[in-house]
């Protein structure tokens, strides 16, 4: 019943709320429990009720049986950090915490919640998991990320009033964790910076002349390039393939998003903004880019992984952590 | 609750309803009527509002009820303070109170309301029953609390009730430790209410016919007794008393003696007192009677040290308290077998115990003149006229009834001349009346007269149905000697108590059942033995828990404690408990962890020391250049082997079961 949490090798980033970690109070109803059972005991001793004295020391053993359980309803719990995925400014930044019970009773309506430094003791956090015997839980705690940049997690408050509700117990943790805040995309941004043999219908319609045939597709193929009437002839389904148009002379389309090219009148969060929607806009037109970015060069590509290099530079742009 | 279906809220609140009704039913004992089905109507229409889904009903049509209710209260009580319509104000509001739950706090409200009514249950009783009782509300009224803090799924009401369980047994030790260590104040705080002690029944200072036949019908208790001493025979147990001197024709009551000094060796009212013979200590636990009289087996000195309370005492030899006693008292006292009191007295100052209305029974003053002569012709003295007169008792077939037929103005002439049926009171009275005819001094004394004995706890517990009267008389040079003319008559009410010495009307109930056993060793008188055991030892350990006795308790208990031995046994217990629990960590730990920690230890043996850090790949390598024989080395690097697959592999259930099965027999 009292026992801890099984000590076990502490992979870096976890932490185990100890009993000295855990701090406990009374709540208003616990006070008002107190004042109770005082009111009780005068009212035992006025009376000479023998078991009056007995249901006064036994509701306020309970009480006290109660702020017991209430710590070890936290105590041993292990925490780790989850998975924290990038997000654009002025989205909400979703850290996963994930609650572990090593020990043998389930910890139930376990509260937590971000608490940066500041706020009030009392606030209700947002989120309640239990943890059974064993068994872990994860949580996503959300809060704002307004700047570009490395956002690290504020600390984690878990609170708990299990069972009773007269004691509140609370522990503080600061996980370890950081996303990435890429810049807020530039709402109403230019058309991408086209340059080279630019086609009568636009730049949308790049090296269309130089249609080489059709090939098998491969992960990565822009959705726009697919053969859609070769596969409509046989569709997937029924053992099809599908096939992508090939083209030749891709090099006649080159694209650069070049932040050297932007008019360094403007504002540098703008011209960031400007150059993520840019990255956003090839990745949705499937448009393979090359990005410069001070010192930085990516040759031209395509796909998740470029798109997070390109991201991941103008979010750290000038800032602790790289260019 | 047929449909289990119910969602999470409605659950919940049937719960709290459930335990609201289980702290208020004991109180419809006292309730007037209309309160109790106040309460009911109320309770059920929540559950069914709860059962229905509908909304609770709003303030405009609550608040005329309560109102109305509170002028019920009033109406019935015509007061709205003092306990009894405090209780059923309290009682009213909680079932009130479930009707206007809103918020959270609403229903620690509930709860705390819950709490209260519990304690003022204690006014009206305090059995062990109601003790069981206690615990058992306790344990739901928790249940309902821990409810209602989940915040994901609810388990089962089950889980939910072990898990109030195990809280409150981990209460109780607590609990035990403060009710028996806290610091005990003696009440009240502040004056009681009138009403808080209802009437009991019991010796009062005046004897008319039939006071005493409605105390025989009686099976209260009125004291218990414990002998530190052996105790005296059953027909010398005589509890002393009020002292009736005053007869006005009808009533015998207490003159109202001058108060009794301390300091024995220096009575200047006339009052000596000799006691010699074996001492006999007892320690008495008087039930309160809303009297002040205290009793004691004959002779005790009237120096009583009652806790909490005043005493004195009257030239008479009786004892009080200046305040009337609503609780139980507990004191010791020494009675003496041997005694002499007032054996110097002043004949002359004998008048108030000579004293006759003027004007009553003839009769019986005719015969005490006549053997106040006789005596004076014979130069007998008082010792042979008492004798002459309890023979005479004997003699004429006097009849021991409850249900004495009914005299005349001259009492004590209808008595000794016509029915010769009576009580106790009849014949004592009717004695002393004859003796002071013949001019002896004599006088009433009331109080109990036997007991029973309790084979299981060795207490005698004496009831209101051994209520007694028997007489005093004044020999000069020897003092007031005690002269039971009931015993002269009926000699096996004195011998064997009051239920062998009356034929009992037909019993009713389970009370009148117990009474009707006399056989000692029955089960039934054993079970009936074995209640009052358990009933005497709730009264002294729990309801009687007072300051005094805590203090005494707390003696012993360091007495009992205070040597190397107890010390010892505490700290052996300590190592065996903490031995336990690191045998429960140990086992806690997860199985293959367990294994390679053998394992290493086992290592260590042959002299391969894992490095910080270093994995079991690295380890077997090693293991390979140990000069070890060829199928240890084999089961080893196997070992390791699986301990990394176990560790490190993602395997599925079956494997890992199967594997770590393998792990711990390897190292066998």
Redesign the interface.
Known sequence: MFRPAVRKPEPSGAAVLTMRRVYVLPTRPGMAYAVLLLLMLIGAINYTLGLGFALTFFAGSCAVADMVLTVMNMAGLRLTAGRAQPVFAGEEAQFEVQLHNDGTTDRHAVRLGFHPPGTPRTMELPHAVDVPAGASAAVVLTVPAPQRGWLPAPPVRLTTRFPLGLFGAWSNWQPDMRVLVYPFPEADAPPLPVRGAASAEGHGAVGLDNFAGIRSYQPGDPMRHLAWRQIARLGPADGGQLVTKHFDGGAVAELLLDFGELQPMLDLELRLARMTQWVLDAEGRALPYAFRLGHLHYPAALGDAHRAACLRALALYGREGGA | MKNLALTRDKADTLLLVAAAFMVIAPHFAHLPWWISATVCVTLFWRALLTLRGRRLPPVWLLLPIALLAIGGVWYSYRTLLGRDPGVAMLALLLAFKLLEMHAR?DL?VVL?LS??L???N??YS?TIL??VA??AT?VVL?TA??T??????VPPLGRRLR?AG???T???P??AL??VG?P???????G?PGD?RGPRTGISDSMAPGTMTNLALSEEVAFRVRFLDPAPPQNRLYWRGVVLSNYDGRTWTRIGGTPYRRDINRITDGLTLRLGGSAIRHEITLEGTQQRYLFTLELTAPDLIVPGQRVSASDELESYTLRPLH?RVRYTAVAHTDYAVQADLDPALTGKWLQLPPGFNPLTRALGARLHALAGERGSGTAELVDAVLSMLRQRRFEYTLEPPLLGRNSVDDFLFRTRQGFCEHFAGSFVFLMRAAGVPARVVTGYQGGELNPLDGYVTVRQSDAHAWAEVWVPGRGWRRVDPTAAAAPERINSGLSRALPRPAPFGLAGLMALQNDKDSWLSRLRFGMNAANNAWNQW?????PERQQNFLVELWQAIGNWRTPAAAALLGALAWAG?RW??RR???PV?AAYARFCRHAAGLGLVPAPGEGPHSLALRLRALPLPEERKAALAEFLELYGALRYRALDDDERIRSARRLASLLR
């Open positions: 706090r620690f705390f709490f209260f519990l304690l003022t204690f006014f305090q109601t003790g206690m615990v306790i928790l609390q821990i209602f803090q989940y915040t994901g799924a898990l195990k809280l409150a981990l209460a109780a607590l609990a403060l009710f806290f005990r104040i003696q009440g009240p705080l502040w009681m808080a609780e729990v309801l009687d828990y007072n629990y429960r960590q806690a730990l997860d962890q």
